[in-house]
């Protein structure tokens, strides 16, 4: 078939028409799930490595489909994302947590809440004022608010996108930087960017204590982190094996399955007094 002109999707074959199909229906029902607000969050447990204590919840988004029950965000955000949906559904995730978070501090659940950030939003133009509005709308306090961003922000833009991060820090939140090492400019990004916290990505974690290579990447990110003043949080911890791994070289934060999934608020709340009674 030839290309081109206005009669392109005509010559697709059937497999990428389905899945067109099945793309443009998945962004209408993400439009209708927004304006309904069918979204909701999970948290999943940041621990202190050292004191087992809870110190953290990871905000994740979830999203139960009407018809084909629970879809991953790792299915839906990227539609989201490329259907100009992300800066909406964005400012949402960020409300909800900040909300949850205040409420959690006024009952004595004193835990540092981190919020996923997506390039979409981060570049709106609108995203600084869209996070005063959170803060100043549930008066959380900020220094417990966690901004995570991913290496995916900073390709272009680098000044104006440094100045941004300047004016998160200067509205009181934290920097994060989410699966680090799996970008193009990690090194660029710690260098230059005022953070306060790395997260291993759990792709370097998976191969630990075994793989030599993971091993050496590890342990050069907790020294690189130690001597630029940033906390460590290791993802995807699985096993008692990478667990004493990560304490054994002074990990700050540990975070995966092998203490807990991502959980509701009320379980979150329950998980966070067992721990304490332990
Ligand atoms: P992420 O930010 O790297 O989040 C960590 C993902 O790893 C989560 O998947 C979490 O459930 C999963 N995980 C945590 N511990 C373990 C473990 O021990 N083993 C394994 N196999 N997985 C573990 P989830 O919730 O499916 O989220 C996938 C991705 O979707 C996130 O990756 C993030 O990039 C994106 N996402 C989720 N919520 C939001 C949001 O509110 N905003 C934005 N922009 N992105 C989000
Ligand atoms: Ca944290
Ligand atoms: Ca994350
Ligand atoms: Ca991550």
Redesign the pocket.
């Known amino acids: 078939a030839r290309l081109g002109g206005p009669y392109q999707v005509q010559f697709f074959s059937s497999d990428e028409n389905l899945r067109l199909r099945e793309r443009m229906r998945l962004e209408s029902d993400l439009r209708r799930a927004l304006a309904d607000e069918s979204f909701y969050?999970?948290f999943?447990p940041q621990l202190d490595a050292r004191t087992r204590k809870v110190v953290g919840a990871?905000?994740?988004?979830?999203w139960t489909h009407p018809e084909r029950g629970p879809v991953?965000?790792?299915v839906f955000?990227p539609v989201a994302e490329s259907s100009g949906l992300?800066e909406e559904l964005?400012h949402w995730?960020f409300k909800t947590a900040c909300r949850q978070a205040a409420q959690w501090h006024h009952n004595g659940t004193d835990v540092s809440v981190s919020?996923?950030?997506?390039s979409q939003?981060f570049n709106s133009g609108n995203f600084i004022a869209s996070i005063r509005e959170c803060l100043a709308e549930t008066g959380v306090n900020p220094a417990r608010v966690m901004v995570?961003l991913?290496e995916s922000i900073a390709v272009s833009n680098v000044d104006s996108n440094i100045r941004i991060l300047h004016e998160l820090k200067s509205l009181g939140l934290e920097l994060s930087v989410?699966?680090f090492g799996t970008g193009y400019s990690s090194l660029r990004y710690i260098k230059d960017f005022p953070l306060d916290e790395i997260?291993i990505?759990?792709a370097f974690i998976d191969g630990l204590p075994a793989q030599k290579g993971d091993v050496a990447i590890v342990s050069a990110i907790l020294m690189m982190a130690r001597r630029l003043g940033m906390k460590v949080v290791a993802?995807?911890?699985?096993n008692v094996d990478q667990y004493e791994y990560l304490v054994q070289q002074d990990c700050d934060e540990i975070?995966?399955?092998?203490f807990s999934?991502?959980l509701s608020a009320e379980d979150f709340e329950a998980f966070c007094n067992q721990c304490s009674s332990r």
């Open positions: 969050l999970a999943q990871e905000t994740l988004l979830r991953s965000p790792a955000i992300m964005g995730v919020i996923n950030v997506s939003q995570e991913t989410d699966d997260k990505d759990k993802e995807g911890v699985e975070q995966g399955y092998f999934r991502p």
